[in-house]
């Protein structure tokens, strides 16, 4: 193989898959075991109580599937709702579209609404479905208090576990709808989730073993950073990233205030400079993994994710390698002058690590 990772570290700053601490790489190395014998019921078991509070639900159902975000999609769909269902959808970006296709080919019938969502969603008797993937465990989430029926999220994500592990949780009026619903489903199926669930074994199938110690020790470290400590720890993040955005003279893709994201900034490029390169570049020079902007907006912007096991001087190298790629292709930036705004709203911002006060 040849060799391509430079030394030191990666400074991964893609939106996802994101950094594994070592705590849970340490957790994962490890044989594989009989899912059968007791040991492995017994860690499911707190996994499954424990994985109940990123959702912020004491009600809710969860199950850990062996998939993707993607797979998560198709479990909430297929598992509540039957051909010819209609879906109001809301098309807000790449993922959305990517969820509204997987709708439509699932033979649901969608309406895609492309404004913002409206206020009075909570009043409704439809199923509350809500892509969680790039929020769950970093953002202010709450499965119960605001009436969610299903939240899905993918492990690569705010938990920083390896990619492999979806997780949904059902509220009991999913759990009800999936009583009837008849999309087909097998491997999806949440009532053979919930059959083994009552004989106390709980998998219908093989998990990975070390995706269950990774959750078990990625669960344990947010908890002892605490939850909304994680969650001030990405509003934080997320400021001092846009304020490196605005020194650079650059603006959010985002473009109203109130849709900020503290998981993930898009940074618009002017015309002349194409995204991409900025993104080849600074993998190429500076060890810097930044995300392409998708589709749409492909070579127009590029993205820097600020989620997951991450914290402030991580960023300030990552927001330093932008600057110097910045000037390498042309876009006239004065270097230090993103850091400098950051550093100076993360000086005055950044709490003690509240295991060390
Ligand atoms: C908001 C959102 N939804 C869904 C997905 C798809 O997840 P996956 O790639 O794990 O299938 C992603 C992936 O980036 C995402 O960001």
């Keep these: 193989m040849d060799y391509v990772y430079g030394p030191g570290r990666n400074h991964l700053f893609v939106p996802g898959p994101v950094n594994i601490p070592e705590q849970v790489i340490r957790a994962m ?45 198709e479990s909430a769909l297929t598992n509540t709702l039957s051909p010819g269902d209609r879906i109001v959808s809301f098309l807000i970006g790449q993922f959305s579209l990517l969820w509204i296709d997987q709708q439509q080919r699932l033979n649901f019938n969608v309406d895609v609404v492309e404004s913002e969502w409206g206020q009075d969603h909570y009043q409704h008797p439809a199923l509350f479905l809500v ?91 947010i908890f002892e950073e605490g939850l909304d400590n994680v969650i001030a720890r990405h509003a934080r993040l997320g400021q001092a990233t846009r304020l490196a955005v605005q020194a650079w003279g650059l603006k959010n893709c985002t473009q109203k205030e109130e849709w900020y994201s503290d998981t993930v900034t898009a940074v618009v490029v002017p015309s002349n400079i194409d995204s991409s390169e900025i993104v080849r570049r600074a993998w190429k020079r500076y060890n810097l993994s930044l995300g392409l902007g998708l589709n ?57 690590i509240p295991s060390r006060i």
């Design 131 to 221: 892509d969680g993937v790039s929020s769950i465990c970093a953002l202010d989430f709450r499965m119960d208090e605001w009436g969610i029926d299903v939240a899905l999220t993918g492990s690569q994500k705010a938990l920083s576990l390896p990619t492999g592990m979806g997780i949904v949780c059902a509220s009991a009026k999913a759990l009800k709808a999936s009583k009837t619903a008849k999309s087909v489903r097998v491997f999806f199926d949440w009532n053979d989730y919930l059959k083994f669930y009552k004989l106390g074994t709980y998998w219908p199938y093989t998990p990975s073993i070390q995706l269950l110690y990774g959750l078990r020790a990625a669960l344990d470290l």
């Design 296 to 352: 749409k907006v492909a070579g127009k912007v590029f993205r820097i994710g600020h989620l997951g096991h991450l914290n402030e001087l991580q960023l300030l190298g990552c927001l330093a390698g932008v600057e110097m790629v910045l000037k390498d292709v042309g876009y006239p930036v004065k270097l230090g002058s993103g850091v400098a705004a950051a550093s100076a709203y993360l000086q005055n911002s950044t709490p003690f």
């Design 29 to 73: 190395n490890r044989n594989n075991e009989d899912y059968r014998a007791p040991a492995v019921p017994a860690l499911t078991k707190t996994l499954l109580e424990d994985v109940k509070k990123i959702f912020k639900t004491t009600s809710g159902t969860p199950f850990l599937i062996p998939t993707t975000g993607t797979g998560a999609w």
